[in-house]
C-alpha cells in the first residue's frame, strides 16, 4: 500500500522516469516510446533488458523509431503511480519512495528529460519540463536525498513546449529550499541539482551506467 511507500528497486525507479519522461500510455495496455535520439533508443532497450519486459522496435516515417510494450505486472505498478495522458506525472508519493530508489531516479534524469551541464567543473544535472508539479517534486526527492537543488519556474518557452494548460509566462523565480508552486501558469520549467558526492561528467559513465535486476 502507498500509506508505507511504494515498493520500487532501482530498475523500477530508472524506468519510472523514463516512462513519465517519454512514455504515452494508451488505455494502460500499452506503453510506447518515439524516438530520433539513438542513446535514447539504446538506454530504452537497455532497461527493458535488464528487467526482463518484451518490446517491439519499428522504424517509422521521419527517422523516428518506435518501441512498444505491452502493459506487464511490473509496468502496471508505475503506471498506477503516475497516472495515464495529462495527469501523467510525479505526487508526493514519491517523497516515499526509499532513499536507494530515489537515487536510482535521480540518476536517471540525465538520459531522458536532463543533461549534465560540465560548466564550472560543477557536473551539474539540468532538467526542463512543461510541468511545474514534476519539478517541484525532482527537488523535494533530491533534497530529501542529501542534495542541493533549485529551480526557475515560468521561464519563457524556446524549447518548444505545446500545453494546454501552460498558459501565462511570468518572470523566473528561483529558491533554494522547499519550493512551493508558481503563483501563475507556466510555459516551461527548469530544475538543476548538483551531485555532492557524484560526478556525471563524463560521457563514458554515462554510456555505462545500468542497473541489476
Known sequence: ?????????????????MIRADGSISDKKTVSFRFKKQHKIVRCEMLFDEAGISYHTALRSGGVTEIRTHVSERLSKLIALLGCGISKGLGEWVMRMSLEAREAYLDELQFWDGSVATYGGSGQTVVHSAKWQDVYWIVEMALASGRSASADYDLPNVRGFSRSDGVI?????????KLGPPKSGFLRNSFLFDYTDFCFCCAQKRKNLGYGK
Open 1 to 17: 500500500m502507498l500509506v508505507d511507500g511504494p515498493e520500487l528497486g532501482v530498475l523500477d525507479a530508472a524506468i519510472l522516469e
Open 169 to 177: 509566462p511570468g518572470k523566473g523565480r528561483t529558491r533554494k529550499d
